[in-house]
């Protein structure tokens, strides 16, 4: 079948440049920033990238670490990071592998990565 080019389209293109990919605007380009570099550093009062950040940790796309006053770090759960604190800057990196559960979890996050028998 052959394309008219002659016919409407609903498709309307808005004058002037895209703008370029931001790794804090979207979770794509933070996670494709993260990917690129292996770590990223957060401010502390930066707080939508903060959220951004936590739903690509929510999926193991990323991992999340507090850098606490002292300057060590220390990694988040899931459900830490979703309570998105402004107190310490994070940095976030590429998870090591696929799947992960540190030892320091509790029982109940460790089970939710425990492979089932079929």
Not at 42 to 68: C, H, N, P, S, Y
Request: aromatic fraction near 6%.
């Amino acid at each position: 079948m052959e394309s008219n080019s002659s016919q409407l389209t609903n498709v309307i293109r808005f004058p002037g440049a895209r703008s370029s990919a931001n790794p804090r605007r979207d979770q794509r380009s933070l996670m494709d920033a993260v990917y690129a570099a292996g770590s990223l550093p957060i401010e502390a009062g930066d707080r939508e990238t903060k959220v951004m950040a936590t739903r690509l940790t929510i999926f193991g796309f990323v991992v999340v670490d507090e850098i606490q006053a002292d300057g060590t770090a220390r990694r988040l759960r899931p459900s830490e990071a979703i309570h998105a604190s402004t107190a310490c800057p994070w940095r976030v990196s590429k998870p090591s592998g696929r799947y992960r559960a540190d030892d320091d979890w509790p029982e109940a996050d460790r089970a939710l990565f425990a492979a089932l028998q079929a």
